[in-house]
């Protein structure tokens, strides 16, 4: 029984493609080519879920976390764009200058 080899998609991160690789190298000496939807790990022994929790790393050291998030789908790790952006809080009691009153 052969394992299909390990995936990361990066989705709309296609500048990040080589810095991920080379996180996942020096980090955790994974070796990885880089293809036109991602990574590609070679030879590694790494399950899916630990290559997520690298991934989430490699996200949050980034400060991509805001916007992204990483899921797994069989044998690939897929970081993807949050749908929703955020809302505005809105003030509940909205004072202008012309309003304020000043006790003295």
Same mark, same amino acid.
């Given at each position: 029984?052969?394992?299909s080899?390990? =995936?990361?998609?990066?989705?709309?991160?296609?500048?990040?493609?080589e810095?991920?690789?080379?996180?996942?190298?020096?980090?955790?000496?994974?070796?990885?080519? @880089?293809?036109?939807?991602?990574?590609?790990?070679?030879?590694?022994?790494v *399950?899916?879920?630990?290559?997520? =929790?690298?991934?989430?790393?490699?996200? *949050?050291s980034?400060?991509?976390?805001?916007?992204?998030?990483?899921?797994?789908?069989?044998?690939?790790?897929? @970081?993807? =764009?949050?749908?929703?952006?955020?809302?505005?809080?809105?003030?509940k009691?909205?004072?202008?200058?012309?309003? @304020?009153?000043?006790?003295?």
């Amino acid at each position: 029984m052969s394992k299909s080899p390990v =995936r990361v998609d990066v989705n709309d991160l296609d500048d990040e493609k080589e810095s991920l690789a080379n996180f996942l190298n020096k980090h955790y000496k994974l070796n990885s080519s @880089i293809d036109q939807y991602g990574l590609a790990l070679k030879g590694a022994e790494v *399950s899916t879920f630990e290559l997520q =929790r690298m991934v989430n790393k490699f996200v *949050s050291s980034k400060g991509l976390n805001l916007t992204h998030w990483v899921n797994v789908k069989g044998c690939v790790v897929e @970081i993807n =764009r949050f749908n929703k952006a955020k809302k505005e809080k809105k003030n509940k009691h909205p004072q202008t200058a012309a309003t @304020i009153k000043h006790g003295w």
